[in-house]
């Protein structure tokens, strides 16, 4: 079965960090660009980062570059996402996906709060 | 930052009939659009890939249409399990971009 199973979420203070993690089984994860999605309450979802295969290559929504990033551990099967100097604009659940187009599967989310 | 627009907001649909959900960019993503569904307390789920394609497991029931900017997702007679949200996404710009949803509710 593929899936993905994302997990580090937490509270944490405005400013703070958090590395979130996905362990990935069930596919050949060195072949796949690798995303993370969050969610804020009550909103459609929004693509946060992605990363290629082979992990040369990376991209990131504007409201994140300079603040998080993706990394992927291939020999592990792991995908990660460092989120440093948080605000509270960040609070979301944040989802792990294979792709870096369309997006499946999901994992079943890690919530982030940024607060004091 | 191509802008995905969905109407309705909110789609009122009584068991066994049709619904037909709308996704509108604010410029051409070719048929580089993917549909999803969001049930409460779950992940979402992807539908329909290239705009008319169904997922693996996704029954006949889900088709979508369209190209360009103007897009449509068809859920044929609806089943108890088919009331969610369902998002649109577009993939042939960066950054990745989704709608607002549409929330499919019992009539």
Redesign the interface.
């Known amino acids: 079965e593929v899936q993905v199973v994302d997990s580090g979420g937490g509270l944490v203070q405005p400013g703070g960090s958090l590395r979130l993690s996905c362990a990935a089984s069930g596919f050949t994860f060195s072949d796949f660009w690798m ?1 993370w999605v969050r969610q804020a309450p009550g ?5 946060v980062a ?1 990363i290629k295969p082979d992990g040369s290559e990376k ?1 990131y ?2 409201s994140v570059k300079g603040r998080f990033t993706i990394s992927r551990d291939n020999a592990k099967n792991s995908l990660y996402l460092q989120m440093n100097s948080l605000r509270a604009e960040d609070t979301a659940v944040y ?1 792990c996906v294979r792709g ?10 890690t919530l982030v709060i940024v607060s004091s | 930052e191509v802008e995905m627009t969905q109407s309705p907001a909110i789609l009122s649909v009584s068991p066994g009939e049709r619904a037909t959900l709308s996704c509108r960019a604010s410029q051409s993503v070719s048929s ?1 659009l ?1 549909w ?1 569904q969001q049930k409460p307390g779950q ?4 539908l329909i ?1 290239d705009a008319s394609t169904r ?1 693996t497991y996704i029954p006949a029931k889900f088709s979508g249409s369209g190209a360009g900017t103007e897009f449509t997702l068809t859920i044929s007679s609806l089943q108890s399990e088919d009331f969610a949200i369902y ?1 649109c ?1 577009q ?1 042939n710009n ?8 549409t929330k499919v509710e019992v009539k």
Do not use: H, I
Not at chain 1, 43 to 47: D, I, L, T
């Open positions: 995303s909103k459609g979802p929004e693509w992605n991209f929504v504007d989802y870096g187009m369309r997006f499946d599967p999901w994992g079943q989310g | 580089k993917a999803y992940s979402p789920r992807l890939y997922a998002y996404q993939y960066w950054p990745r971009t989704f709608g607002q949803g």
